[in-house]
Each structure stands twice: as structure tokens, then as C-alpha cells.
């Protein structure tokens, strides 16, 4: 009867749970089309001429001004706009920023033309937080301090890339180790105080909510403060309850309150390797040895996240449980503990200045010692298969038994060569806003131009993450089309993190774009050519149709046209009416199956005779949104009316996925 009572008991508490969490993803948001909207702000960062607010209105909204101002948190302001829907990512595999936005709870994001202050802060919780962050802004260690204080990682993004490198992001990332750690020192004061230990228990959970508060209530913070309530209250009432039905009673009640957190990186790294250490735990504390402890820690934490590091990273490295056992005794026991006093004695900021420059020096170089491997993007029953191998190797520390170790090795050198296995026949137009780059996977991977913006790097943020998310790790051609930025401005960035085997230019003098280019590519010992008339990809060749000398760029871009398994590609480049008429005049041009159309869809390209000519059943067009040319032109896109049009402002990225002469295509909406 008792065993009935549970077995009912836990099946209406899993109906309640699963219920509040559908309506919670079901829930709509409480804005509609307003133009005006007044809230508190609870987050404010402040970027050269750009601040971003999380604004708490009727539900939470990201607040994006494109202009400097003087507010503090906890101030009521009036924000005048328009409501916008947060972009989905539209490069496959890669993070996917509404879903992350959905993670805190944000609906929207409200472009603001104009500001104005209602009411200054009166709240004792902001006007403690704003005389923290004034005071954390005077040190010379600011941003190490709001990493490990307000869980703001404000490190200078080359010496982060070292720490992500290394395998020890987790250690910046505010978490349940930081709580440990607080939990451990206010434990130790607070007991030479007060002898009531359920009072100390209060005390301590008093300070996490208010530890929460200060980090924004960061969900790997939230999954340790819940954790500790159910400790203390299993503790208290003499509960006995298994510790590991304590943390899925916690990850039950996160999930619930929002469902989106599943889509929070932070908060599946924190869950995962929690989980996995407390069912671990009796095999760690076999170790008496407290280095060996750390090592073993680490490699069960590094052995089950590898699945989540691969989808979200594509790179491990090898050396990551070795890192740790350095980093986290110098982390935990040192660098953190240093910044809370510092914090408190701003005299220490120079010792820490001294500490933090060791810190970054030797993250430099060890970062340089790496054995990274670079794994493609896994569907979700290559990771059950993942898991299984990982249960297996888990039992081999358990029992000390390496040869438990060798499915997944198996598994993992198996996945890095997969791309020398499996072959596939693509086509990527890749989302690069106002420009072009075009990915070719054959029997060998062609990139044709690497886009290119002024501002930001289009390369760093996207093109090299997506590449590796493929598995990729060299290119055998780099096609450059000609020397315009928005074609090759990324040709340098690409160069410096993949393996190039051969570079092509187009026909022409060399501009200064490509002099630099040509620098870097001599120093690598990378073969280049220009003016070419074709390329040989094994059974495939590529047919270079413009090879007359013009006096402009666009002119003499490289316009390519290649058969793919009995489908007829062509790429356009930035190509004019002019060469189109060239090129008709000496080839007798075959119907197109797939058609990058010419110049963004400018009017001064695709002509009606042109299109004609070669009558595209599908025409790609790589364009930027709300872009200040007007492309795509009203003229080009009723050339093509008989074509399928695609664009990547619109469809984002667009794959063509060539598999038994069948021919399918799958885009990456915004």
C-alpha cells in the first residue's frame, strides 16, 4: 500500500509539473504593439555609442539604444520605439540568440529612439548593487571582479578564448562552486558566532538570494541556492532523502518555473556535471590524495560534458582534466578568495593586478600546448551513443579498468575522421548579411568569398564556428570572386584559423586588399593563383567563365559555373550586364538549376536577356537586411519571376544537400 501511495504520489506530481510547464511554453507574451513602454531597470551595460537595458515592464524586455546615457539601476524610465521579434540563428548548428533570450524569460526586444527618466531609484536592493558596481569600476581589476562578483564576464575576449582553449570557462562563470565556496567560509565565521545551526543555515541562504540578486539570478546560481534549501531542509527534518533525488527535485522545479532554461548552456553544463558527480561521488572520495581527487573530478566532469561541449563548441581538448588540476586549486583557493577580499581592501587591487597578469600568462601558455580535436555537430541519437560509451568509461574509473575506455576513444576518433568517411555533396549560401560567401562540400571543402563587415567579424562570430560545426578543420580552395569587403574582407581571419591549401583571385591587377592578403599567404607558404580557367575537385571541375581583363572589380569577378551530380550550379559574384553579355557571347550556357544571382540582386546585374538565357529554376540572393543599397532591386526580381527566389535576408542561410541524385533544400529563417 505504502509503495502504491508513492507510485500515485509521484505520477500526480510529474501530470502537475508537465501541465505548468506546457502553459508556461504556451504562455503568450503581454506586449503586443506598443511604441512606448515604461519599466525598472534591472541590468544596464553601457557599450561605446550603445547601452542595452533589461527593462522590467509587464514581463522582461531587452532594451537596445543606440546612444550613451546616465542611468543606474533600479531607475524607472519611459523608453519610446518599436517592438521587435529577436532573431532565431541563421547559421545551422550554431546559438541561437532567441532561444537564449527565451532562457531569461525575454520575450522582445524594443529598439528605443528615445529615453526619459521618470523616477530615480528608490529600492535599497539597486542602491546596494549600483554602490558595489560604482566601487568595483575604480579598480584596476574591474573586470575580473565583475566576472566573479556580479557575474558579468567583462575578460578581454583573447585572454577568455584562452580559458575556453584550456577547458576552464566554468571557473569565470559564476555557479555553484562559487556558492561552495561562500557557503564554506560564511559557515566557518558564522560558527564561531552562533550555535544554532539552523539559524546559520538561514543566515547563508539569506546572503545566496541576495547573491542571486547580484548576479541576475543566473540559473547555475538559482540550481545551487535551491540545491542548498533542499539540503538544508532534507538536514533539518531528518528527511533522509537521496541527495541525486534532491537535485531532480531542483532541476524539476528550475524547468518549471521556466522551461527555456534548458536552452541556457550554463545552466546544462551546471545540471550535467552536478548530477554526474554526486552519482560519481563515492568513486571521487576513494581518493585520499587531494590532487588526485581534483584530477578525478575533472576527468568524470570533462568525460560527460564532451557531447554538450561538441555541440555547442565543436572542439575538445585532450588536455582539459590535466588543465583543471592547475586551475581550479589556483582559482578556488586563491585568485577567487583574493578578489572577495579585495573587493573589501581596495589596496590589494595592485597585488591582484600582479596576480591576475600571472593567471593570463600562464592560460596563454598552456592554451599553446593544446591537443584539440575538432567534432562536428551530433543529431540526438549520436549523443544517446555518446552517453552510453560515457557510462562505460565511468565504470572504468569505478573499476579501474582503462580497456572501458576504448569505445568511446573509438567513438571520438571515429567522429573527428567522419568527414574523410562521409562525403555529402552541399551547398551552403551562408548568411552574411550584405555580402557573399558560398560553402562547397566535395570530396574536398571550397569556400567562395568570406563576406565581410566593417564593424564586427562575421568570421570570428559565425564562418569558423559553422565550418567546425561540420567537422571541417581545413579548406582545400579559398575562391575569392575580387577584391570588394564585402567578398574577401574575412579572407585573413579565415586564413589564421584553418589550414588553406590554395587560394584563387580573380583576373586583374591585385588591389590592396589582395597585396595584404598575398603577405599573409606567402608568410603561410599557401599557394595562390590567379585568373584561372578551371579547377579539378576529382570528379568534379569548376569552370572559371570570366577571364577577360576589365577596368572595374565587379567587372572581373570570377564567375563560376560547376555540375554537381547532374545539377547545373552557377555563381554570379558581383559580375555586371557587362561581363553577362561577355559570357553569353562565348558559351553557349545551359538552364541553371541553381543561380547565385549577380551583385546582391543589383539592377546593374541579372539582365532580362541574361536570365533568359540561362533560366534559373532556383536564384539565390545573398543580401543584407534593410540594407542602404535598396538591393534586391524591384527590376532583378521580376527577371527572375519564374524562379524560385532565395534570400538570405529572409530565408537566412540556404543549403542545397545533393544525396542520390536527389536534390534538397533546407534554410536557416531568421
Not at 575576449?157 to 562559487?178: D, E, R
Not at 537535485?247 to 534548458?262: E, F, K, V
Not at 595584404?516 to 603561410?524: A, D, F, G
Amino acid at each position: 500500500m505504502k509503495n502504491l501511495k508513492t507510485i500515485l504520489l509521484y505520477n500526480i506530481i510529474t501530470i502537475l509539473i508537465l501541465g505548468i510547464t506546457l502553459c508556461n511554453i504556451s504562455k503568450k507574451s503581454k506586449f503586443k504593439d506598443e511604441t512606448k513602454i515604461t519599466g525598472i531597470i534591472n541590468k544596464i551595460t553601457v557599450s561605446e555609442n550603445n547601452t542595452q537595458i533589461e527593462l522590467l515592464s509587464k514581463e522582461k524586455i531587452l532594451v537596445n539604444l543606440f546612444k550613451n546615457v546616465n542611468l543606474e539601476l533600479g531607475d524607472k524610465i519611459e523608453v519610446e520605439g518599436k517592438l521587435e521579434i529577436p532573431s532565431n540563428n541563421t547559421f545551422f548548428n550554431l546559438f541561437n540568440y532567441k532561444k537564449y533570450l527565451k532562457s531569461k524569460k525575454i520575450n522582445y526586444i524594443f529598439k528605443a529612439k528615445s529615453i526619459k527618466l521618470i523616477n530615480k531609484n528608490n529600492k535599497i536592493k539597486y542602491k546596494i548593487k549600483n554602490k558595489i558596481i560604482n566601487h568595483i569600476n575604480k579598480y584596476k581589476t574591474k573586470n575580473y571582479l565583475k566576472t566573479f562578483i556580479l557575474g558579468e564576464n567583462e575578460i578581454d575576449k583573447n585572454i577568455k578564448n584562452t580559458y575556453q582553449i584550456n577547458g576552464v570557462s566554468h571557473l569565470f562563470a559564476v555557479s555553484g562552486m562559487h556558492l561552495s565556496l561562500f557557503a564554506s567560509l560564511l559557515n566557518y565565521i558564522l560558527k564561531k558566532l552562533i550555535k544554532n545551526k539552523t539559524i546559520i543555515s538561514l543566515i547563508i541562504i539569506i546572503f545566496f538570494i541576495f547573491f542571486s540578486f547580484m548576479t541576475n539570478y543566473s540559473p547555475s546560481i538559482l540550481r545551487g541556492l535551491i540545491f542548498y534549501i533542499l539540503l538544508t531542509i532534507n538536514k533539518t527534518f531528518n528527511l533522509k532523502i537521496n541527495p541525486i533525488k534532491l537535485i531532480l527535485l531542483d532541476l524539476i522545479i528550475l524547468l518549471t518555473y521556466n522551461p527555456y532554461y534548458i536552452y541556457n548552456i550554463g545552466f546544462i553544463y551546471s545540471f550535467g556535471i552536478s548530477i554526474t558527480l554526486i552519482i560519481t561521488s563515492n568513486i571521487i572520495n576513494k581518493y585520499k590524495n587531494y590532487i588526485s581527487k581534483i584530477f578525478i573530478t575533472s576527468l568524470i566532469s570533462f568525460i560527460v560534458s564532451i557531447p554538450i561541449t561538441i555541440n555547442n563548441f565543436f572542439e575538445i581538448n585532450l588536455l582539459t582534466p590535466l588543465i583543471n588540476v592547475i586551475f581550479v586549486p589556483l582559482i578556488s583557493f586563491i585568485i577567487f578568495p583574493i578578489s572577495l577580499i579585495t573587493l573589501l581592501l581596495k589596496p590589494l587591487d595592485n597585488l591582484f593586478v600582479i596576480l591576475i597578469n600571472l593567471l593570463e600568462i600562464l592560460s596563454k601558455t598552456i592554451s599553446k600546448l593544446k591537443i584539440t580535436i575538432t567534432l562536428s555537430h551530433i543529431p540526438w541519437y549520436i549523443m544517446i551513443i555518446y552517453y552510453i560509451f560515457i557510462i562505460l568509461s565511468i565504470i572504468g574509473i569505478k573499476n579501474k579498468k582503462i580497456k572501458l575506455f576504448i569505445p568511446l576513444i573509438l567513438l571520438i576518433t571515429i567522429h573527428a575522421n567522419i568527414k574523410n568517411i562521409y562525403k555529402p555533396a552541399r551547398v551552403t549560401f551562408l548568411d552574411v548579411g550584405q555580402g557573399d560567401s558560398i560553402l562547397l562540400e566535395l570530396n574536398k571543402n571550397i569556400l567562395i568569398d568570406t563576406g565581410g563587415k566593417i564593424n564586427s567579424s562575421i568570421a570570428e562570430t559565425y564562418t569558423i564556428p559553422y565550418l567546425k560545426s561540420l567537422g571541417i578543420k581545413k579548406l582545400n580552395y579559398l575562391i575569392l570572386t575580387h577584391s570588394d569587403f564585402d567578398h574577401m574582407g574575412e579572407a585573413v581571419n579565415l586564413v589564421n584559423n584553418f589550414k588553406i591549401e590554395k587560394a584563387i583571385f580573380n583576373c586583374g591587377t591585385y588591389e590592396q586588399s589582395e597585396k595584404e592578403l598575398i603577405k599573409l599567404l606567402n608568410k603561410k607558404n599557401i599557394k595562390y593563383y590567379s585568373c584561372i580557367k578551371e579547377l579539378n575537385i576529382d570528379k568534379n571541375k569548376l569552370y572559371f567563365l570570366q577571364t577577360k581583363e576589365f577596368d572595374n572589380e565587379n567587372d572581373n569577378s570570377n564567375v563560376i559555373y560547376t555540375e554537381l551530380n547532374g545539377y547545373k550550379f552557377m555563381f554570379m559574384g558581383d559580375a555586371s550586364i557587362t561581363t553577362e553579355k561577355e559570357i553569353m557571347s562565348i558559351y553557349n550556357l545551359p538552364d541553371i538549376d541553381v543561380l547565385k544571382v549577380g551583385h546582391h540582386g543589383s539592377r546593374t546585374s541579372s539582365s532580362i536577356e541574361f536570365i533568359n538565357e540561362i533560366n534559373p529554376k532556383y536564384s539565390i540572393i545573398s543580401v543584407g537586411k534593410n540594407n542602404r543599397y535598396g538591393h534586391p532591386n524591384k527590376e532583378t526580381l521580376d527577371n527572375l519571376k519564374d524562379s524560385k527566389i532565395y534570400r538570405t535576408d529572409q530565408d537566412g542561410s540556404i543549403m542545397f544537400k545533393i544525396n542520390n541524385s536527389k536534390l534538397k533544400i533546407e534554410t536557416r529563417a531568421p
